[in-house]
């Protein structure tokens, strides 16, 4: 088995939402795709423990904004990194309550659509949420969407774990000192050449790229 | 409702396959994606009449090579286009007969990955299989993996109306005389320059370009 077969898989990159206009929930999602045609049938892969599956269930719809190439890594970081249950994601970003009155994410985003939950199939781990297609806009007409290969390749970023097509040991390395290496946008901290260890920042220490919190950061 | 949304969110092309030694058969797909990581499994969107859907449920097992950017259009005309209730379309075609004994499809792919059949979802129209992931091989390091937007854009293919994301009236027009175009490869037959009429082909002409039937043009 040559686990390296699956990276050759290509995914978009995503931001599912739910939930109504006094709260809600999005995170990062790879796995979305249209099942059938005639209606026009999608299907997301979420996670059990994913906050966001709560709001989709409970609301019956859900959103999906496709992000752009240029999409911002704090955008990633927030709705990829942090948890609906300790932060509201959607604060501070612009959010169209469309038809089915769930919010979509329009920031750095070329497009959005909405789904009316039609099944919600179980999948151990995880739940694979059908939609019918209710509506969908273009917001960008000049951007390329992101794709996961990108994602990887140029901005440097890892899969989290929830994520279905998360492949244990991304992370391999040899150094004197350990470094360190943020999940979210790739930014590097080497104990080699930094005054302070990794394991001696403090917990509220946050990379100073992409602004995530220290538990983000994996030994490389 | 705006449809050109659709075309930004990204896939893959694949050939999916299933059969034994004796029989089989394959077919270009585009929704692959996994669904959860432990166990690995993988799902597949299948219209109810495609061919290889009968022998995935007969087999319980299929195969995904992940084709190459670099793959022919007479391999994606050979796979997407033709029936293989009408011809044998692994014939010519190198393949790896691996741990589920299903056929893998080894040409113009990057690497391929076996499955056993876990779950068969009646969506309508389509029907979406289920398996974990038996065994995956790279089959080459240098070249990337083919996608449905650069087959859209680099080589100006279009979608089988079998597939999950079809999406009606791909085309439109305008000229004298009419024009057709190979869904396959893209190539142009134009009847304001050429000396016989699309029209008054002999049935069993093919495009020049890739070798795939006159029924596989459409007007534009």
Redesign the interface.
């Known amino acids: 088995?040559?686990?390296?077969?699956?990276y050759?898989?290509?995914?978009?990159l995503y931001i599912v939402s739910s939930g109504n206009k006094e709260t809600g929930n999005g995170y990062i999602a790879n796995?979305?795709?249209?099942?059938?045609?005639?209606?026009?049938?999608f299907?997301v892969?979420c996670n059990k423990n994913n906050f966001t599956s709560e709001f989709i269930k409970k609301y019956k719809a859900f959103s999906v904004s496709?992000l752009s190439q240029n999409a911002k890594s704090e955008t990633i970081g927030n709705f990829g990194f942090k948890s609906g249950k300790k932060i509201n994601k959607l604060n501070g970003f612009d959010i169209k309550y469309g038809k089915t009155n769930v919010p979509a994410v329009l920031n750095d985003s070329?497009?959005?659509?909405e789904f009316k939950l039609t099944d919600e199939?179980d999948?151990?781990?995880?739940i694979?949420f059908?939609g019918e297609?209710i509506?969908?806009?273009?917001l960008t007409n000049s951007e390329e969407?992101l794709?996961?290969?990108y994602y990887r390749k140029a901005k440097k970023g890892v899969t989290p774990k929830n994520?279905?097509?998360?492949?244990k040991k991304e992370k391999k390395g040899k150094s004197e000192e350990k470094i360190y290496k943020c999940n979210v946008c790739g930014h590097i901290y080497d104990n080699n050449t930094e005054k302070i260890k990794f394991e001696d920042l403090p917990e509220d220490w946050t990379c100073p790229t992409c602004g995530v919190s220290k538990s983000e950061f994996s030994e490389i």
Chains 1, 2 share one sequence.
Do not use: C, R, W
């Open positions: 088995m040559n686990i390296e077969a699956l050759n898989i290509s995914y978009g796995t979305v795709f249209q099942i059938t045609s005639e209606p026009q049938k299907a892969s496709i070329i497009a959005y659509m199939i999948m151990g781990t995880h694979l059908v297609l509506d969908a806009q273009m969407p794709t996961y290969d994520a279905p097509s998360y492949i």
